[in-house]
């Protein structure tokens, strides 16, 4: 009858999607790796869980800093906690799988964010506040938020390499990244992250010797490259993450 006809073929439906569901637990028991394809069409295997670590790591780099920056109500160490946070992140998704391509990917954050926190941590030094924080550090909760926007900044300008780094790696592909046509695309790359790099360097020194002269309190700089562009030291960082 008709009931019937319909009862058996819901079960053999019911039947069909649990086994399709245990096959598809069952792969990604197998793969706990995201595989793609790339142009080429070769495999391309992401370690996913690494990026999770590293967005772990990221935020609890911050929030720790807040709670040691609501103890002490300073902000002084916000930017240097950043620069940190850089470096570790680039290492740790590098940690899975070394290829030297990566390496150089992670020493170029790594230098950049070295320079960058010094520069900035000196700079406070000598200011003793941030006037971006005032109304700000008195109050846990607003220092809260401006720490965890920290933490997703970090994780959106980091991601393309954090990835990269994420990536499997087989001999063979290590092998290939060594021909022509990848070295050029590397290098060209790595130029931009260069280019990027000394337009902030240079940027940042010519503001700090503007700043020195104190007929210069209270004025903005209008001079070197900070005459062609409003703000060259952005200019320069999202020239360099651009390269990257």
């Known amino acids: ?6 009862g058996e ?14 096959n598809a637990l069952l792969i990604i028991k197998l793969h706990p790796n995201s595989v793609n394809k790339n142009s080429s069409g070769r ?3 992401y370690n996913w869980q690494i990026l999770l670590i590293a967005l772990a790591v990221n935020f609890g780099i911050q929030w720790l800093g807040w709670l040691f920056a609501c103890s002490l109500k300073t902000e002084r160490f ?3 906690t950043a620069s940190i946070t850089y470096v570790i992140v680039a290492w740790v998704t590098l940690s899975q799988d070394f290829a030297w391509f990566k390496a150089v990917q992670a020493a170029m954050v790594t230098v ?37 926007i920290q933490g997703v900044w970090i994780a959106l300008t980091i991601c393309a390499v954090a990835v990269v780094n994420a990536q499997r790696v087989s ?18 790359g790595w130029s931009v992250w260069l280019l990027g790099f000394s337009l902030e360097a240079v940027a940042d020194r010519q503001k700090s010797v503007f700043r020195l002269n104190p007929e210069n309190r209270g004025r903005f700089i209008s001079s ?4 062609i562009s409003q ?7 999202i020239t360099l993450w651009l390269g990257l």
Request: with cysteine.
């Open 78 to 80: 916000y930017d240097i």
């Open 112 to 148: 950049w964010a070295c320079r960058l926190g010094f520069y900035l941590l000196s700079r406070i030094l000598a200011d003793r506040a941030d006037s971006r924080f005032d109304g700000v550090r008195d109050n846990p909760a607003t220092f809260f938020v401006y720490w965890t």
């Open 224 to 227: 070197g490259l900070w005459s």
């Open 231 to 237: 703000h060259p030291n952005y200019l320069g960082e």
């Open 9 to 22: 073929l819901c079960r053999m439906v019911i039947q069909q999607r649990v086994r399709n569901k245990s």
């Open 43 to 45: 495999r391309m295997e």
């Open 1 to 6: 009858s008709t009931p019937e006809y319909m």
């Open 171 to 188: 001999t063979e592909d290590q092998g290939r990244w060594i021909r022509l046509p990848y070295i050029a695309i590397e290098v060209v």
